[in-house]
């Protein structure tokens, strides 16, 4: 029996033309080094895959093995994103709602910014540990958060 519906089609519906062309889009996305374009081929590839027209084998082959870890680095989540999923991750094991709701305040400060959606985090860290994540932000004592952040003069004033 055939373990993977690749095996089972035909090798004349595969595409030697959309081959070339999806190595083409790769390797651009690779050049541009453009994150949301690596995402869009990854789309476009698992469609023709699916779609028999492709071997995702053969394409991986075909690229170098510089490429491909070019290519795994852009599908992968943003460096600001890993770390934010870390400390989350970190924060529910602790189980730490003062420490949660410092990473929140970070968190906050880099969506208003527009570097992060909630919904990037989540499809990290996953729905139960965001969930938990907020329910640790919720516990911590209003009393932290809602203090005034301390005046710059005063924190920098020398003692003499």
Not at 1 to 13: C, V
Not at 34 to 62: E, F, H, M, P
Not at 121 to 132: P, S, T
Request: one cysteine or more; charged letters at 25%.
């Amino acid at each position: 029996m055939l373990e993977t519906t690749q095996q089972s089609r035909s090798p004349s519906l595969l595409d030697l033309a959309t081959h070339a062309e999806c190595l083409g889009f790769i390797r651009a996305a690779i050049a541009g080094n453009d994150r949301t374009t690596a995402q869009d081929i990854a789309g476009v590839l698992k469609d023709c895959c699916n779609r028999g027209y492709l071997d995702r084998a053969a394409i991986w082959k075909s690229l170098t093995e510089s490429e491909q870890n070019q290519y795994r680095q852009l599908l992968a989540p943003p460096p600001i994103l890993q770390d934010f999923a870390r400390r989350i991750l970190e924060a529910t094991g602790w189980q730490s709602p003062g420490v949660a709701a410092g990473i929140d305040c970070d968190l906050q400060a880099v969506i208003d910014r527009g570097e992060l959606v909630a919904a990037d985090v989540v499809a990290v860290v996953g729905d139960r540990h965001f969930l938990e994540f907020q329910e640790l932000v919720a516990r911590c004592p209003k009393y932290f958060t809602d203090l005034p952040a301390p005046p710059i003069k005063a924190a920098t004033k020398k003692i003499s």
